[in-house]
């Protein structure tokens, strides 16, 4: 079974600390997602990734960079925490095969509280 | 453009009644379409998907029909347990390889 898994389930952090918020998959998956899930808006994509060291800008990117350094892992980074980034944030995998239906891949999620 | 429209919640029902979930889609191309779950506290997992009309996705008792005529992936079961009580996503894969999720619909299922 593909595991998608995010460094924390909850966490709390201060207006303007820098959040790292790691994703880690085992399935040697080329596309990375993080989105960002809010009451009434659903998901909204921040940034996405095909491959190592590649990025793209999502939906709603400002206040957030992305790192992939591995293919396994990707990192979202809040570099100056606001309080209108409290959310709940999903990380996303899958993969690009001939033939395969490109279902994504979900981790559980992080809880972000910005005080 | 591409989007998905579903129908807004929350959503109470008894259990054993008869659940629908209604989506419909904007999309260019043929697109591939998706029910996804979310158990409170839990990411996204895939419950059904069907890649082209006329396909019927079908898990846990849940069913969805791909109606290319109407735009259309409505999600129905039959009887519905309190374990269902989740939010359902839809979602479409469109032929750029890109997904597009709707808003959500809650359902809670009282016993």
């Known amino acids: 079974d593909v595991k998608v898994t995010q460094s924390s389930r909850y966490l709390v952090k201060r207006t303007g600390e820098k959040v790292f918020l790691e994703c880690v998959q085992d399935?040697?998956?080329?596309?990375m997602f993080w989105y960002r899930q809010d009451p009434g808006l659903g998901l909204r994509l921040i940034y996405f990734?095909?491959?190592?060291?590649?990025?793209e800008k999502g939906d709603i990117p400002e206040g957030y960079s992305v790192s992939r350094e591995k293919k396994e892992r990707f990192s979202l980074i809040l570099e100056s925490a606001s309080t209108n980034q409290t959310s709940m944030y999903l990380c996303a995998s899958r993969t690009l095969g001939a033939g395969v239906l490109n279902e994504q891949f979900f981790g559980p999620g992080t809880r972000l509280t910005v005080l | 453009g591409n989007s998905v429209t579903q129908m807004e919640g929350p959503v109470t029902l008894s259990e054993e009644a008869f659940l629908t979930i209604n989506c419909t889609y904007t999309a260019t191309g043929y697109p591939s379409l998706f029910w996804y779950v979310q158990y409170p506290g839990e990411g996204l997992q895939l419950l059904l998907k069907?890649?082209?009309?006329?396909d019927k996705g079908s898990n846990k008792g849940f069913e969805a029909t791909y109606r290319k005529e109407t735009t259309s992936f409505h999600l129905e079961k039959g009887s519905v347990q309190v374990s269902d009580s989740a939010v359902y996503f839809c979602a479409l894969l469109n032929t750029g390889n890109q997904f597009y999720f709707g808003t959500g619909t809650s359902l809670t299922v009282i016993p």
């Open positions: 399935m040697d998956h080329e596309n």
């Open positions: 069907a890649t082209k009309a006329d």
């Open positions: 990734s095909y491959d190592v060291k590649m990025k």
